[in-house]
């Protein structure tokens, strides 16, 4: 047991220091690594395991809604990304450039794509000539590269993973439901896969997407009360549709142009994950992306019999679950630390007097709870504490969003709720971006997360400034 203490006090506790508990459990649960480049990370096999088990499930979401999958090239055109000023302008700062191919210099310089709507546009201007080839519905798996001067594993890295869908529509009124449509699915899918609520909805006009007209996101709070952008889906238009001069022949014969969306999420989710569900023993991962979802530990395997039932007992999971079987020479209490660093949601143990009875413990990760329950039905009973775990982590962290939401009626309440309470804040709003500047400025660093689709009537005024309010605003600090 001397094995578990060290291992479980190698994490900072997360209530004292809740950036070191974050980097502890990246690095403890094996997560990832650093390289030799500022700001890019390698991701280890659980890690990326984790990444692969999120990507199966919402690429099932996109071919479901009638998406496919293309791939662009890395390399952007300088020429090209400057066809749409607000767009370069808005991902200027975070370029990054290639200058030289081999020894020779570039004619023309080259950006490592920080996003591909330059690309798919200079592709849909080749393959969209009527009305007959609309809709088009693209999703782009990759990395992207954007230079940033602070970074954290998963959180903010400089090249990270994501998925980009892009897709042109007939009308303006099909293009901004898809805009709607996805960001349902990005909510489904944090709600019935990762086990986490959000807020969702309009992002103000200061914090939309360079080059969109509306932008609408999923903020879902982490345990210490901070918002991370989960996701974000935009609604651009015609406007770069004009910038490329991409038109089509329309049902009454006449060149229109195409209406544009573009919606993503990124690796960033896992961030997420540590932050929403972790503990101080480690990762709590959800059932449905963790890489191992039962651990199944012989104790004293040494005894005849007993590694024989275990295996049995693996074989018989495997058949429905991802099952991991650990015969090392590991001490129970080791393996019992080691699986919950690791996030497994259900361990399963076996020993000479649980086979005596024809039965064996289920132990969940979320709150330890432990069962006896029979070898005959173990499949149901795994079944069960599965989806007990992902919904008991969901209700933990929608009840963490609401003990942390406030509301702020006055200027001096929403500093002092800012200054002294961590998470949301709901307030009106008056419109105007000074407000949303003074805020920041005022609270160090207290920004507009999104105009809710449900908005509450907390006032009549602006939190702010006192003239007359037009929305209701959720605002809180972010990573």
């Known amino acids: 047991m001397a094995q578990n203490k060290k291992m479980v006090e190698a994490i900072t506790s997360r209530d004292d ?85 081999g020894s020779e210099k570039l004619t023309e310089r080259l950006c490592v794509r920080p996003t591909s709507e330059v690309l798919f546009c200079e592709h849909y201007k080749n393959v969209i000539n009527s009305y007959r080839d609309l809709p088009k519905l693209y999703n782009q798996w990759c990395s992207v590269m954007r230079w940033e001067k602070t970074t954290r594993p998963f959180l903010r890295t400089s090249e990270f993973l994501w998925q980009e869908g892009h897709t042109m529509h007939e009308t303006a009124e099909e293009a901004r439901e898809e805009t709607l449509r996805m960001l349902k699915v990005y909510e489904d899918f944090y709600r019935e896969t990762l086990a986490i609520p ?105 005894k005849a019999g007993v590694l024989e039932k275990a295996a049995e007992l693996k074989e018989r999971l495997s058949k429905e679950f991802r099952v991991k079987l650990d015969d090392s020479d590991n001490s129970p209490g080791w393996k019992f630390s080691q699986y919950e660093m690791k996030g497994v949601p259900v361990r ?9 009875k024809n039965q064996c413990v289920i132990v969940r ?12 039905n173990i499949e149901e009973a795994v079944r069960t504490a599965l989806q007990a775990v992902h919904d008991g982590m969901y209700q933990k962290a929608l009840e963490n969003m609401r003990e942390k939401t406030h509301t702020a009626v006055t200027f001096e309440e929403f500093v002092d709720i800012a200054q002294n309470k961590p998470g949301f804040i709901k307030a009106m709003w008056c419109g105007d971006v000074a407000c949303e500047d003074k805020i920041k400025d005022v609270t160090g660093g207290v920004k507009s997360r999104c105009i809710p689709f449900e908005e509450e009537h907390i006032s009549d005024v602006c939190v702010c400034c006192g003239r007359p309010a037009k929305h209701q605003v959720f605002w809180g600090k972010q990573y």
């Open 365 to 376: 990760r979320d709150n330890r709870e432990k069962q006896f329950v029979s070898l005959d």
């Open 17 to 101: 220091d809740f950036a070191k508990w974050y980097t502890d459990i990246v690095k403890k649960a094996e997560l990832c690594d650093y390289s030799g480049v500022k700001g890019c990370m390698i991701f280890r096999p659980y890690g990326y395991a984790i990444w692969e088990n999120i990507q199966k499930d919402l690429d099932r979401r996109f071919k479901e809604t009638g998406h496919e999958n293309v791939y662009m090239p890395m390399l952007i055109p300088e020429s090209l990304l400057q066809k749409e000023k607000d767009h370069v302008e808005g991902f200027a700062p975070e370029v990054a450039w290639v200058t030289q191919g």
């Open 348 to 356: 399963v143990e076996i020993g000479p007097k649980d086979i005596e």
């Open 198 to 302: 959000a807020v969702v909805g309009k992002k103000t006009r200061k914090e939309t997407f360079a080059g969109a007209e509306a932008t609408y996101t999923i903020e879902p709070m982490m345990h210490n009360g901070v918002a991370l952008q989960g996701g974000t889906s935009h609604y651009f238009g015609d406007g770069f549709a004009k910038a490329f001069d991409i038109k089509f022949t329309g049902r009454d014969n006449t060149l229109q142009y195409p209406h544009q969306t573009s919606w993503g999420v990124s690796t960033r989710m896992i961030g997420a994950i540590i932050m929403v569900h972790g503990d101080d023993d480690g990762l709590v991962l959800p059932p449905k992306i963790s890489p191992i979802q039962v651990a199944v530990i012989p104790v004293a395997q040494h």
